[in-house]
């Protein structure tokens, strides 16, 4: 006769797959060069840049898959990076509508519409690209867009300049023009990602109500004990915009975080706004990957 474990041995069992399994499984995580490791997830180190590739270059896509791509492989590949910051000029092709959209190119395999996101440094990150659009070019590149509170991890530790960035190694806070992915050398955060103070706001996965006002982090100290010092922007909640002649008031804000290389102090790690909904673009709105 076949014995039953009885409730002792199975109350052993889930003791340890809980003890052993799940911790084994965590520590065993493994992040492709392009993204740093950032508690359970891998980050993407730089704001992606957005690279139209033929689809008969298939060892080209292997390496953006494996997060293993260089700038030096997609320009001698034949890649053409789309809408760097801040000219957003060449646009996504028509087969890449601002909707996500996306129809396959002849002869790619997996399907795909031959865009994809890319973590590398010494480029301008893409922007002009919608919430769809970034959610999309992500999944094409094996990745997925970023969370906010993944992208709060991953911002811990960064220094914010505020209106004091002096253009060549600080977080482009206060600047004429977005820098090069990476080449701020002191914009790092903790755990080793770029550019998330400044240079270029980034779309996070989660939507909330559009936003129908701002205020920033030190007007709301008192409520929170003081404990976040700093004039980041806080765009976030309420019911919306309202008024008969506005139409966008019944639609979701996706949330932007980070800040852009023009906002000054509004810039930083809590900086975070949800006054735009998803199918909007501009030119200096990109975006981060995470595995």
């Known amino acids: 006769m076949k014995r039953i474990p009885g409730l002792v041995g199975q109350v052993a069992l889930v003791f340890l797959a809980a003890t052993v399994v799940a911790p084994a499984r965590a520590g065993t995580l493994r992040c492709p060069p392009d993204s740093a490791k950032v508690g359970d997830a891998c980050i993407d180190l730089y ?111 960064t220094p914010d300049p505020g209106n004091a960035d002096d253009g060549t190694t600080t977080c482009a806070t206060n600047s004429a023009n977005p820098a090069n992915t990476g080449s701020r050398s002191s914009c790092k955060s903790s755990w080793g990602t770029f550019d998330m103070v400044g240079n270029v706001w980034e779309w996070a996965a989660d939507w909330s109500d559009l936003a129908n006002n701002c205020a920033d982090w030190t007007t709301h100290t008192p409520v929170v004990g003081a404990l976040i010092a700093g004039n980041d922007q806080s765009c976030f909640g309420g019911s919306g915009f309202s008024g008969a002649s506005n139409t966008f008031g019944s639609l979701p804000g996706a949330l932007v975080r980070g800040g852009f290389w023009a906002s000054g102090v509004s810039a930083g790690v809590f900086a975070v706004s949800s006054v735009v909904d998803p199918p909007f673009s501009a030119f200096n709105f990109g975006f981060r990957c995470a595995r």
């Open 47 to 157: 704001e992606e840049s957005v690279w139209q590739i033929p689809p008969s270059n298939t060892a080209l896509v292997k390496k953006v898959l494996s997060g293993r791509a260089t700038l030096a492989d997609l320009t001698s590949g034949g890649a053409t990076q789309l809408s760097p910051a801040p000219s957003c000029s060449p646009f996504p092709p028509a087969n890449f509508p601002q909707d996500g959209n996306w129809t396959p190119l002849p002869g790619s395999s997996p399907p795909s519409p031959g865009v994809y996101a890319v973590s590398i440094p010494g480029v301008r990150p893409s922007t002009c690209i919608t919430w769809f659009q970034a959610v999309q070019a992500c999944a094409l590149s094996g990745k997925r867009l970023v969370r906010n509170e993944e992208w709060q991890r991953a911002a811990a530790g």
